[in-house]
């Protein structure tokens, strides 16, 4: 086999990648690992119920209002578009004090926030003021029609030279970290654990180590397009991609491991399949995380001896523990379909175990379980050191288990009684279903510590896409990466 780009995975950084370079005419052949596509955003079915295996929050996927998502970009140029459910407020976090109701409208969750601290409300007025200022700089450049090269400059100056020049005046925020524009405009302890919350949520970081711009994106996008659930979960976008992947004529093979990256003279001539086929390519896209690109995909000798080992020391996200639940849904008609829950205000929200997200999207499409009954997934962070399939490996998955329980009983509390079906996954879970190294959910970068790798890696016609190349381990991020990825090569 032969084409003009191979890529190696299927996620949506994968997905986003190889659809484009297809529409943009490369003859574009995609290998994934697992039966199903997907990655990290894959869908599962168990007894008629039907599972999101990651991300449950997506935001401007809709037809009603325009969104600058780099997912719904790459979608509108593929021509596809997905059936939403939008709704508000977008669920709840439950602290030791209390619930409080999380709003996509501002004003109606600065409200919510007024009536715990007046004070704190006002000064989060601020901070959303000075993110949202970053938000309308930023915009009124789609991410469509960004590349990462040298000529992003003159794509700039030549089309969108008067947002550049806004964008210019906020170059110091641009630069910092969320809790840069926090330490400047919050004093009250609540906000600033309620901002740290939010970061957490989207980046894995608190307001600290999280970039300023991924924030802003998030809030402006928040208020003006709203949230949605898409109608068949992340299976409908991943599907939605892969339609227009092959609209273009690219190929999608599943159940296809790749055992390496062939590299010749410091440039890449294909892959091997772990079944022993060579597929030539001239340029290879790995969607594969950076240490499972670095340390398993290419030979040691393939890569700069410096700069292999300060890849490798990128700093990881904790894998996760995950409940994925069949219940009884008689008496729940006005649940809310997310939930955060903070167990312990005198501990770190990053401790594993602290802090536990719910997601129950039947609330919205009742298509995803059998009649009278809903699906709830449930995960929080869980070290993958001392995971170990041995005899205590199933006591060990019960008893780790608990928190989620007790999270979810601040939200349903007779749970327990109502579970028809119990689907417990662990690091090691996370680390043989998607081949991720230590099961992570990507980088733990901190703003300012050190750059994130672009799409380019040192060997020609070898690059990356996903959540090691740029800040934030949700969709967006990846989305845009592939977006980056496939206009740079063209």
Avoid at 189 to 218: H, N, Y
Avoid at 257 to 269: A, L, P, R
Avoid at 315 to 342: C, D, R, W, Y
Avoid at 354 to 361: L, Q, Y
């Amino acid at each position: 086999m032969n084409f003009d780009v191979v890529i190696i995975g299927s996620g949506i950084g994968g997905l986003t990648a190889g659809a484009l370079l297809a529409k943009y005419g490369k003859k574009v052949a995609i290998f994934e690992s697992h039966s199903i596509p997907g990655g990290a955003a894959h869908t599962f079915t168990r007894q008629g119920f039907t599972f999101d295996s990651g991300p449950s929050f997506y935001c401007g996927l809709g037809q009603e209002k325009p969104s600058l998502n780099p997912l719904k970009q790459v979608l509108d140029s593929l021509g596809e578009s997905l059936q939403v459910i939008p709704y508000d407020p977008l669920g709840h976090y439950h602290f030791p004090e209390g619930k409080f109701p999380v709003y996509s409208d501002l004003e109606k969750y600065r409200q919510a926030v007024k009536e715990i601290t007046p004070q704190g409300a006002k000064e989060l007025e601020k901070f959303e003021t000075k993110m949202l200022a970053l938000y309308d700089s930023l915009k009124e450049i789609p991410v469509i029609s960004l590349r990462s090269d040298w000529k992003l400059l003159s794509v700039l100056i030549t089309n969108y030279f008067p947002s550049l020049i806004k964008t210019l005046f906020q170059i110091g925020i641009i630069q910092g970290s969320v809790g840069d524009v926090m330490d400047k405009t919050v004093k009250d302890p609540w906000v600033r654990r309620l901002i740290d919350l939010e970061c957490f949520l989207l980046s894995g970081l608190k307001a600290q180590g999280t970039v300023a711009p991924e924030v802003a994106f998030m809030l402006g996008e928040r208020t003006r397009a709203g949230v949605e659930y898409p109608l068949g979960g992340s299976e409908a976008i991943i599907n939605a991609l892969i339609n227009g992947l092959k609209r273009y004529n690219g190929e999608l093979y599943l159940s296809s491991h790749v055992d390496k990256i062939i590299v010749e003279s410091g440039k890449v001539t294909g892959i091997k399949l772990k079944k022993g086929d060579v597929v030539e390519a001239k340029v290879v896209i790995s969607n594969a995380s950076v240490w499972d690109t670095y340390n398993h995909l290419l030979a040691e000798q393939d890569l700069p001896k410096s700069y292999r080992e300060e890849q490798l020391q990128t700093p990881t996200v904790e894998s996760f523990m995950h409940l994925h639940l069949g219940i009884k849904a008689e008496g729940l008609e006005n649940l809310t379909g997310h939930h955060v829950v903070v167990h312990d205000s005198n501990q770190d929200i990053t401790v594993p175990g602290n802090t536990c997200m719910i997601s129950i999207p039947s609330v919205w499409d009742k298509n995803l379980a059998p009649e009278g009954q809903y699906v709830v997934h449930a995960y929080t962070l869980e070290p993958y050191e001392g995971w170990e399939k041995n005899a205590d490996y199933n006591n060990k998955k019960k008893q780790r288990s608990q928190t989620l329980y007790k999270a979810l009983e601040k939200v349903i509390p007779d749970i327990r009684q109502r579970v028809v079906l119990e689907l417990i996954g662990t690091p090691l879970t996370h680390s043989r279903f998607l081949r991720r190294y230590q099961g992570t959910y990507g980088p733990a970068i901190a703003a300012g510590k050190r750059m994130f790798p672009s799409c380019y890696t040192p060997i020609s016609g070898l690059y990356r896409v996903g959540d090691s190349t740029l800040p934030g381990i949700g969709v967006p991020a990846v989305a845009a990466s592939g977006i980056l990825c496939a206009n740079s090569l063209v």
